[in-house]
């Protein structure tokens, strides 16, 4: 009897995860392969398998519209990181000033979230659309010479991109930080009052440090959140003017589904998952490290 | 036993009917409130003759979502029996073996005869016919709103010349001289109007269809972009991202005066509710008059597994070419019929003058197919041209330099 409880102690959990495991196994990794398999290929329309080595990467790195993607791509990751990362901690440090009605400004700039990025993004492209939004209501109340028109400027539009997603995230960033400060440990901090040390000293030099790993995680989140933008995109600019906001998401699905180049579009995914792993092999290392 | 009987009865009936009848998919996307009011009129007929349509309407992305479904189902062994699909797309599934061969319905319904030879090619693969055409789109229109014209003391233009006089006139009077539409298809679209307005119908199949180096890299292909920058000159700023649409209302609202626009544009002034001839005006994009760019939808017919279903799909493609539907869908549409000799009674004014148009440039060399519409290269050499011009368009490049990148890129997708 107790060996047989002792098999399904051993066993049960085992047992119980192998489904979801077998179906990652299959549906993540298993399509990876696949679709590293479909990069080699020559397939137009649908999946051939004449193998061509590595000509469609190749072709890939010919193509200036796909680095210009990828530069997009290095511009909105980065500028939307960072601008999150400080809205989003200057914002937390105002809102854990023990000021009244916490909550309800908490949720104000935690509301965004909910949105859709189709939602944000059509919002957006009307505000800023200089025939519409902005522009025309400064130019309507006699600013004559106003003019805000990056979303129509093939150099400027990517930037609108940006303002749009820090708008949406940045609340979230906020919530996340803010946590990290009510963790901070508050016997450092009277100390380094009690030495007369300035609050933004404080800050500084000894609240901002300790939230080392909220700023990590943070990073990780908005990270996954910047290579898997699309929609945003596709509502405010449609990767326009010309195709100036492209990024590679929808490099690939165009190339893919649109053009029938699935091989090509294969190979561009490949190189995502390549950039993506550059970021997070390093964060699996880490973490695997603390636990040795 | 007297029940036994009938029962027996009743299934011998329903099975000889199950003979002649069958559930056949068709895979579109035509889902806007009056493109699926125009096909509906195709699932009545053929439920009339007994067979039963399965509707499979997909959404978005100008076909792209349809045609991605299409393909997951292609893969899996389960195709619909009839899908939407337009141009060269039609060879490469025939080349794939996926089409079934409409030889038949077509000898006895005279496809041959009936169809411009040219739209009957793209029907075809080799020699056998695996699609129908439904309707022809033609493209090379220049939607104008003769008040503003007026307005301006501008005259309507017949060339590109007198385009950039009136068009000067009509800025100065502070309107918008060209509604224009930022997406890359539709710079596309008035890119090829260019190209056959500035170098002629040779020189449009030379460059656009025959993919000739030569012709791309030509100094006529080089005058049509610099005429694509003079047209960018008189759209306004606001243009990037702009639907088609809301570009037509630009032209009946007064705030524009043109817009270059194939003939689906008409279905937009009919809902503002706006008079042909009086309100707006449609007449031939510069340069174009005896041309025709078109544009047709087609459905393909996919190989069936069952004898039935092949019945119902021949009677499908039978439906789609009886003069009856011609009608109906075209004029509900916009289009015109594909077929000629179709009765013009119920069709107005732009859409006769379109099929007149078709039947002179039948017999003249001047039935082109689109380039920015699918239908005269394949969708990958379609997008290498469209991205060159959309760059052009959107940036500072020299036209000598669109010229060369237009060349280099086509090549690397031959």
Known sequence: ?292 | MRNFKSMITALFLFSVLSLHSAEIEVLHWWTSGGEAKSVGALKTMLEKSGHKWKDSSIAGGNGVNAMTVLKSRAVAGNPPAAAQIKGPSIQEWAELGFLANLNKVAKANKWDKVLPKRFADHMKYKGKYVAVPVNVHRINWMWVNPAVFKKAGAKIPTTWKEFEVAAKKIKKAGFIPVAAGGQPWQEATVFETIVLGVGGAKFYKKALVDLDMKALKSKTMKKAFDTLRMVKSYTDKNAPGRDWNLATAMVYKGEAAMQFMGDWAKGEFKVAGKKIGVDYLAVDAPQTAGAYLYNIDSFAMFKQKSNAKTKAQNKLAQLVLSDKFQTIFNNRKGSVPVKLGVSKMPFDDIALRSMDALNSAAYTKELLPSMAHQMSVNDAIKGAIVDVVTEFYNSKMSSSKAVKKLASSVKAEM
């Open chain 1, 1 to 292: 009897m107790k060996s047989k409880l002792n098999f399904l102690e051993h066993y049960l959990p085992k047992i119980v995860l192998a489904p979801t495991f077998l179906i990652m196994i299959i549906f993540i990794y298993g399509f990876i392969a696949w679709n590293f398999i479909l990069s080699l290929t020559n397939s137009k329309l649908l999946p051939i398998y004449t193998f061509s080595g590595f000509k469609q990467y190749y072709a890939l790195f010919d193509s200036g519209k796909w680095w210009l993607a990828m530069e997009n791509l290095f511009i909105f990751s980065s500028l939307f990181i960072s601008f999150c990362l400080a809205i989003g901690l200057l914002l937390a440090i105002f809102i854990d000033q023990k000021i009244k009605f916490e909550g309800f400004f908490r949720t104000i700039y935690l509301y965004p979230m909910a949105l859709s990025f189709i939602a944000t993004g059509t919002v957006w492209q009307w505000m800023l659309n200089p025939g519409l939004g902005l522009e025309k209501l400064l130019i309507d109340l006699g600013f004559s010479n106003f003019t805000f028109d990056w979303l129509v400027d093939s150099e400027m539009a990517i930037y609108t991109i940006i303002i749009a997603a820090v708008w949406q995230s940045c609340g979230f960033v906020m919530i996340l930080l803010l946590a990290g400060l009510r963790g901070v440990n508050y016997e450092v901090v009277n100390a380094a009052k009690i030495d007369g040390a300035s609050m933004p000293l404080i800050y500084w030099k000894i609240i901002i440090p300790q939230l080392g790993p909220v700023f990590f995680s943070s990073i990780i989140i908005l990270l996954h959140i910047a290579i898997k933008t699309f929609d945003l995109v596709i509502a405010m600019t449609k990767g326009g003017p010309g195709f100036s906001t492209i990024l590679p998401s929808m490099f690939m699905y165009d190339y893919s589904f649109a053009r029938n180049k699935l091989a090509f579009g294969a190979s561009s995914g490949m190189m995502m998952l390549f950039f993506v792993m550059i970021f997070v092999v390093p964060y699996l290392y880490i973490e695997l490290r603390k636990k040795n």
